[in-house]
């Protein structure tokens, strides 16, 4: 069965005999390179040239993030297949019905919120209808996101301080998990996105900063409250405790040593989340080429 594969620095790795092969703190692990659906470099390391040209060949996606999980880059071979009707689709959208095509995405969260969290949320559905202006609607994308993290503080049973949702840097130990597990499963969607034709790069509600890839942030959006939740649970069964964290400048992280407790956590809840960007993006194809004009244009 292909799996995730992470390597936390620092580490050199290189191939042989189609396998991968990491070797650190003069310890080995080879790991046949057909068994590997994609590979995340955390931190400081050494990759031989015939590895990458391995990896692209395998069309194995490779992620680089710093050591605290933010991601710095992307190594992909296939960046766009030849499926140019869904980029066509994307486009013309992106073009004549960004609002609605938000909306569509935005309102999927707030469903999804209430069914995770067991909240009611019609106002800010109809709130949302209303709207004309994409930036009209990240004003509610920021309520309802506030409403569903406020719930996750009050299910949360087990003492560690979290208030609210913050980022750069997190805060606290929640927030550095909920980062963490974001971060992993933005890189989980990029591959999909890709080989299934998208414009990682055009968005209908983030925007494009630098390297990152908002289309795929756009995507998470409605399956984030099922993420959080799992993140939630992790905490209140006692997966992850205080000691798993540590101070590191203005930022809380998880140690090293408590990592391998997060990757086996992240591989258990892979398959469905996969599942759940699958049925994002049927929906939202769906949504693309409901407009017959798009359709006839091709």
Known sequence: MKRVFVVISPASLYV??????VSRFSKKTVVPLKYVDSLILMGEWNISSKLVNKLLKAKIPTFFLSRYGTLKGVLYADFFPSNQRVRFYQYEAYL???????????????E??????????MDYKNNLERQKEVENLLGIEGFVSSAMFEAFRKRLKVPLDFQKREYRPPKDEVNALLSLYYTFNYCLALPIVLSCGYDPYISFIHVKRGRHASFC??????????LTYHILEALNNKLFVKEDFEQNGSGVYLKKDSFEKFLNFFERKKEENLRLFS????N???????????????
């Open 96 to 110: 004549k019905r960004r609002v609605e095509v938000a909306k569509f995405l935005l309102r999927r969260k707030i």
């Open 217 to 226: 942030s756009d995507l998470l959006e409605p399956i984030r409250p099922h």
């Open 284 to 298: 939202f194809l769906e949504v693309l080429v409901e407009n017959e004009q798009s359709v006839n244009m091709l």
């Open 16 to 21: 042989s005999n189609e396998r991968l092969c």
């Open 279 to 282: 049925e994002i993006l049927n």
């Open 112 to 121: 999804e919120i209430e069914k995770v969290f067991g909240m009611n949320l």
